[in-house]
Every structure is written in structure tokens, then in C-alpha cells.
């Protein structure tokens, strides 16, 4: 059974169409990488799978169940968790804290991850009672990472994770997501700039131009497809 089937979504903001017929899926415990350049439609393909807009047609469905009618939250508590760009954690609150919204936010009592959270992220646990907002790029988005597991989920939706941190990091944090995805089975969908980032974790990739599905196979086909130079100028 897929996990994620995207059906011939359409979404956008109010009268601005974004997403136009986008099809794809993901079996269950893959990584998808969503490349694409600026403004083409991936952050808003996130907010469409995350629920926080709204499909105008089209299917999403996880596990057969079409969830595209569903609140953010409801998605939520199917065990959907999204790591939103520029990270979104609760920079008043301590590590600690961020750590436990993840728990609250799963809605039901989730299986505790924080032994596990602090295994993949050892320097969080080195900065329990440091309040979120004072740690560096990289932290924060270590954060982000862990809290989205705390939730327990099935599917994690990252959007941009690279984004504002340095290099050393942005390959920590490729191999760390990769770990993850292979010890707990998680799908992950993961936006990115960083090409070489998805190449390196990404299982299959798709390419958006303006709202459109221009490419989508294995990472090693799209990889060599013409598409690259055309669609992401690399
Ligand atoms: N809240 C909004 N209201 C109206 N239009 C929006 C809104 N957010 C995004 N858009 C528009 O939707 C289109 C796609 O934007 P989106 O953020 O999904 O692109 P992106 O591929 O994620 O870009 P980037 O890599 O720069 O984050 C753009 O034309 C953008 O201006």
C-alpha cells in the first residue's frame, strides 16, 4: 500500500491557483525530495500534505484514506508532523519545553521518543534547560527535527531544512534525517534548494516549475535527466 498518494492536487491562496494538477506518490517508509526554484510552488505543496490550506481539488490520501478534507490537526493525529521552514519552534521556551509542545501536539499520548530524539541530536541534550531562541541556525533546526518526532509520527514534512545554516551542518543534518528514516520506517517529504542535499538522502524526486509536476523518478534518473540544468539551473 502507498503511503502518500497525491492525486491531481490543485491548492493555492484564495484566488491565486499555485499548485495545478500535481500527482505523485510515495510508498510507505521513502524519502521524496521536492526540488524546484524559488516561488515554484513547494512551500505551498507542503501546506497543502500539512493541512494548513486547503486542496481545491484532487486527492491526498495516506495509507488509501483521502485526507484532504481534513484539519491540520486531524492530519496531526494520523501521524503527520511537518518541520516547517525557518523552523517555527518556541524560542521563549527551553529546549525542554519545545521538546514537549512536540508531545502535546500529537494530540493523543504518544510513545515517549525523547531517549531517541536525544540519540539522533546529542547536542540538544547537552542544552536542555537553554531557552530555544539563543541556539545557532543548526540547533534550532536540530530542535525543529526533534520535536516533529516527538510527536511519534508516520510522515515528516520538512520544509527547507538547509536554509540559513552552514555547510558541516546541513550534511549532519542530511545523514541524521537519513538515519531516521531508515531505523523508525519514516516517509519523509523533503523540500529543498540544496540539490546535492536530495541527491544524497532522497529514495525518488520530483521537480516543480510553477506549480507543475516537470519531472519526478528515482533520485538517480532525475539526477541524470536533462531536467536538472533546465528546471533548477545547477
Ligand atoms: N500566503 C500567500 N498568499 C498569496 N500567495 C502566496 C502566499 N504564499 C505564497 N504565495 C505565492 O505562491 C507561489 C509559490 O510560493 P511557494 O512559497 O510555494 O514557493 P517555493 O517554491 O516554496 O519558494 P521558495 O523556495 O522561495 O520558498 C509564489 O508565487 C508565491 O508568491
Do not use: W
Not at 525530495?33 to 490550506?53: E, F, P, Q, Y
Not at 496531526?76 to 521556551?93: E, H, K, N, Y
Not at 520538512?158 to 520506517?185: A, C, F, R, W, Y
Request: net charge neutral; proline share 3%; hydrophobic share 40%.
Amino acid at each position: 500500500m502507498m503511503s502518500l498518494e497525491v492525486e491531481a492536487l490543485d491548492s493555492g491562496y484564495g484566488a491565486i491557483k499555485v499548485l495545478r494538477g500535481v500527482s505523485f506518490s510515495i510508498a510507505e517508509g521513502e524519502v521524496l525530495g521536492v526540488l524546484g526554484r524559488n516561488g515554484m510552488g513547494k512551500t505551498t505543496l507542503i501546506r497543502a500534505l500539512s493541512g494548513l490550506i486547503k486542496a481545491t481539488s484532487g486527492a491526498i490520501r495516506l495509507d488509501g484514506e483521502d485526507i484532504s478534507g481534513l484539519q491540520a490537526y486531524e492530519r496531526a493525529r494520523r501521524g503527520i508532523t511537518t518541520v516547517v521552514q525557518g523552523r517555527g519552534i518556541f524560542p521563549q521556551l527551553t529546549v525542554r519545553e519545545n521538546l514537549e509542545m512536540g508531545r502535546i501536539a500529537a494530540g493523543k499520548r504518544p510513545r515517549d521518543r525523547s531517549e531517541e530524539v536525544l540519540s539522533y541530536f546529542p547536542r540538544l541534550g547537552e542544552r536542555m534547560s537553554q531557552q530555544a531562541g539563543t541556539m545557532s541556525g543548526g540547533e534550532q533546526q536540530m530542535l525543529a527535527i526533534g520535536r516533529g518526532l516527538m510527536t511519534d509520527p508516520k510522515v515528516m514534512l520538512l520544509d527547507e531544512p538547509s536554509d540559513g545554516i552552514m555547510p558541516t551542518l546541513v550534511h549532519q543534518i542530511g545523514v541524521t534525517l537519513k538515519e531516521i528514516n531508515k531505523n523508525e520506517g519514516m516517509t519523509i517529504v523533503i523540500v529543498e534548494q540544496n540539490v546535492p542535499m536530495i541527491f544524497n538522502m532522497a529514495d525518488h524526486c520530483i521537480i516543480l516549475e510553477k506549480g507543475a509536476l516537470v519531472a519526478k523518478g528515482t533520485t538517480q534518473e532525475v539526477s541524470q535527466s536533462d531536467v536538472v540544468q533546465q528546471y533548477l539551473a545547477i
